[in-house]
T-cell receptor, first 117, second 112 residues
């Protein structure tokens, strides 16, 4: 069964460094998403991406964040200058389509645990 | 402010027993409501998706109900198994396909 994959599974970085989290969505999916989950807290939406551009983003997704689809398979989240509060689990998700009623299934990857020291 | 509240926060049940988890939301306008299962350290896995016109949706031993008038949903788990131990998250979307509002989840522990 197709699945969303993410690398690395765990990333440790120093405050102020740039990190790139990588995701390979399911191959025939057109919509891609990033979410984060701070330890012990709820999952939070960051950004959605379609047709090579951001379709929605949350307040969390400020200028320190960027997303890219550098080729036909990868979808990346870049944090330009990491802060301690960026420590969290980052989940990538993808869906085949999206619609006004929004009933298309979103498939989540296993996550990347980012630790900023 | 759009919010999703879940109860109870945690629950312990014996294997084989049934349980019901609750979700109340204030998201408006309402598009759809999803229940996800999240194992520790893993990504959420979708159980059910319901739009405003649906009252109930089943997926094996999981049955979700929705009352769009009272903005309440429940997830009923029948004949629980040890593998049902996980967090169950209610997610409500206002528009489009992006689940924008997540609940904090109910942590379910099924014990032998």
């Amino acid at each position: 069964e197709p699945e969303v994959t993410q690398t690395p599974s765990h990333q440790v970085t120093q405050m102020g460094q740039e990190v790139i989290l990588r995701c390979v969505p399911i191959s025939n999916h057109l919509y891609f998403y990033w979410y984060r989950q701070i330890l012990g807290q709820k999952v939070e939406f960051l950004v959605s991406f379609y047709n090579n551009e951001i379709s929605e983003k949350s307040e969390i997704f400020d200028d320190q964040f960027s997303v890219e689809r550098p080729d036909g398979s990868n979808f990346t989240l870049k944090i330009r200058s990491t802060k301690l509060e960026d420590s969290a689990m980052y989940f990538c998700a993808s869906s085949e389509l999206a619609g006004q009623l929004g009933t298309y299934e979103q498939y989540f990857g296993p996550g990347t645990r980012l630790t900023v020291t | 402010k759009n919010q999703v509240e879940q109860s109870p926060q945690s629950l312990i049940i014996l294997e084989g027993k049934n349980c019901t988890l609750q979700c109340n939301y204030t998201v408006s306008p309402f598009s759809n409501l999803r229940w996800y299962k999240q194992d520790t350290g893993r990504g959420p896995v979708s159980l059910t998706i319901m739009t405003f016109s649906e009252n109930t949706k089943s997926n094996g031993r999981y049955t979700a109900t929705l009352d769009a008038d009272t903005k309440q949903s429940s997830l009923h788990i029948t004949a629980s198994q040890l593998s049902d131990s996980a967090s169950y998250i209610c997610v409500v979307s206002d528009l489009g396909n992006t689940p924008l509002v997540f609940g904090k989840g109910t942590r379910l522990s099924v014990i032998a």
